[in-house]
């Protein structure tokens, strides 16, 4: 049995007061007793790629800059687990910058994930910003293992699945949107089931940016390997902490071994059509 503690929140210009927002909300988590602590996706900063804007690179920090450190010492001194996003700009290639969760365990950096796929669309110009990461790592947080994909990423069946076969027991999905509200649910919950693990994802609520309020939807959730609904929250910010019980893995996948009955010999196709299209 492991506490999950989803924090949804929307933010304001002050990336200051967005992290001492966002520590309190955990300070009330691990009071109920949390060990893993999940937040919607760059919580510390209003959601900038709703516009092109060049001086909000300046919001961007390294993988060890003030942010991560901030937290990092919170999971030490409460000896709890916590994955962040954070705007980073890359330490060797000045100017290049991803999407990018860190995954801390009492106070130790585990490592990293860089969003994948980046959308631009009416109020998600991500491609002005972030540079696509490459790889699905998976962290072992002494007693269960999480991998992430963030926001866009949960559109794409690929990733968690990989996920599930490096062995994730849990599948943060740091997410910012009203974007495709008939998906929230239908995505998740998906996820979930076709890989038999629990899926967390936790979405940023509403904010008011650039003097307009953008009504982003809240309604974090999880879903147990079943694809069952655990624990859905409102549009309202927040934090709940959820019991989720990781026997049911097992359990879940005994009845049903889609993962054990898997053909990869058979599935060439998906590999073989794009190189085919490249070639083209």
């Not at 007693?143 to 062995?167: M, Q, S, W």
Request: net charge negative; with cysteine.
């Amino acid at each position: 049995m492991v506490k999950v503690a989803m924090i949804q929140m929307g933010s304001v210009e002050s990336k200051s007061a967005n992290i001492n927002k966002a520590l309190d909300y955990a300070e009330k988590a691990v009071k109920e007793g949390a060990e893993l602590i999940v937040y919607n996706e760059l919580f510390t900063t209003q959601y900038f790629p709703a516009i092109e804007d060049p001086r909000f690179f300046e919001l961007a920090e390294p993988e060890d800059g003030p942010t991560v450190r901030t937290f990092q010492e919170f999971s030490h001194r409460h000896k709890v687990g916590m994955v962040i996003t954070i705007f980073e700009e890359d330490k060797k290639i000045r100017g290049t910058y991803y999407d990018t969760a860190i995954f801390i365990n009492k106070g130790e950096i585990l490592g990293k994930y860089r969003k994948t796929h980046i959308p631009q669309l009416p109020g998600y110009y991500e491609k002005f910003y972030f540079k696509p990461g490459k790889g699905y790592p998976v962290f072992d947080f002494g007693g269960y293992k999480v991998g992430t994909v963030i926001c866009y990423d949960r559109h794409f069946p690929e990733g968690p699945r990989i996920l599930a076969l490096k062995g994730a027991d849990i599948i943060t999905i740091p997410t910012t949107t009203n974007f495709y509200p008939e998906l929230w649910e239908l995505e998740l919950r998906a996820h979930a089931s076709f890989n038999t693990v629990y899926v967390v994802g936790v979405n940023r609520t509403p904010e008011v940016f650039q003097g307009r309020e953008i009504s982003y939807l809240g309604k974090s959730l999880v879903a147990d390997p079943m694809g069952k609904i655990v624990k859905e929250m409102d549009g309202s910010e927040g934090v709940e902490v959820i019991d989720l019980d990781l026997d049911f893995i097992r359990q879940r996948r005994i009845k049903a071994p889609f993962l054990k009955d898997r053909k990869p010999e058979n599935y060439t196709d998906i590999s073989q059509l794009y190189i085919e299209s490249v070639q083209e």
